[in-house]
């Protein structure tokens, strides 16, 4: 090996003394050198063997510089698969634009390069973060965030519940968790009631009132208002009226009254369904409803519902 890196200090020598581009050899490889190197020092072949890294396709190797498997051949940086190869650019990321607030967005509105029926959290212009698939579409709202639209889900069509309820509503009420038991009131004439559960049609040979009343004399205000909230992802436009708040009388019962907006309703039950989307409480007062306000999601839906039978 020291005859051998002698050799190598040669041709480093003597191709600078002809003015030559002096020999670069990279990284570590395997030099082996024979007894007859005379020929060596001028880069002319001698009696003795070069083997560099890589072999046959390294650098300088016998297909040399870019050769078979060499610097930029085959799967080479640039090859195929290789850097800006096949693959191509990758796509942009999706972005807030320079008016997007902090909020939710669908793709499209104030977020660019972003992916149809997506919805995306906006922290102001930059990246968007948090992106949703909206499986029935995204809605792009105003005055507020822009949100996944809702649809109402399947529940099983079986037997009414309760005389007075709708079909369609009995099935929703029970895949809430409503028992008959809790049903204090469908078709009814009560005072307090003010005409609202008078009957509004017949359907499949069924009466129905729009308006349920149910009794949640073992609920909790918090367990009520997960309830209510429930009974808005069923199509219920539903109110607590919790004695001496939200303009319902102190002598009168604890319940929730409920509006099933995909039927056919009386001008009073329109009247109440209007409330609840614009946030009011249903009653004569029509002052703000402060004990629960649902989602625009959820608003959204309601008012689908509603206009569609309406």
């Known amino acids: 090996m020291r005859e051998c890196k002698a050799t190598v200090s040669k041709v480093a020598r003597a191709r600078s003394s ?4 002096a020999l670069v050899v990279v990284g570590i490889g395997l030099i082996a050198c024979g007894a007859d190197d005379a020929n060596t020092s ?13 072999g046959a396709g390294g650098l300088g190797g016998a297909s040399g510089l ?21 693959g191509g650019v990758a796509p942009a990321s999706p972005s807030c634009e ?5 909020g939710e967005y669908c793709a499209g509105d104030k977020v660019a390069d972003g992916v149809a029926e997506t919805l995306y959290h906006c922290d102001g212009p930059g990246p968007a973060t ?6 029935h579409g995204c809605f792009v709202a105003t005055g507020s965030d822009d949100f996944c639209k809702l649809v109402l889900p399947e529940c099983a069509h079986k037997a009414q519940l309760k005389y007075g309820l709708a079909p ?11 028992t008959a038991a809790m049903i204090s009131q469908t078709i009814g004439s009560f005072a307090a009631s003010a005409g609202t559960h008078a009957q509004d049609g017949t359907i499949d040979g069924l009466a129905y009132s729009a308006a349920t009343d149910l009794s949640v004399k073992t609920l909790t205000n918090a367990q009520v208002k997960v309830l209510v909230d429930n009974l808005a992802s069923h199509g219920f436009a539903a109110f607590f009226r919790d004695p001496g708040k939200d303009g319902w009388p102190s002598s009168e019962a604890r319940h929730i009254h409920a509006i099933y907006v995909n039927v056919k309703m009386k001008a009073s ?17 029509h002052t703000k409803y402060a004990f629960y306000q649902a989602s625009p999601a959820k608003k959204k ?4 519902l509603f206009n569609d039978k309406n």
Request: hydrophobic letters at 35%.
């Open 18 to 21: 002809h003015g030559r581009v």
């Open 42 to 54: 001028e880069g002319v072949p001698g009696t003795g063997t070069f083997t560099s890294v890589g």
């Open 66 to 86: 870019g050769g078979a498997g060499g610097l930029g051949g085959a799967g080479g940086l640039g090859g195929a698969g290789g850097l800006g190869g096949a």
């Open 98 to 102: 320079d008016t997007a607030k902090v």
């Open 130 to 135: 948090a992106a949703t698939p909206c499986e």
């Open 168 to 178: 369609a509503a009995s099935d929703h009420l029970r895949c809430v968790g409503i």
């Open 269 to 285: 039950l329109q009247s109440q369904v209007k409330d609840w989307l614009t946030g009011l409480n249903g009653l004569a007062s």
């Open 301 to 304: 839906l309601i008012e689908t």
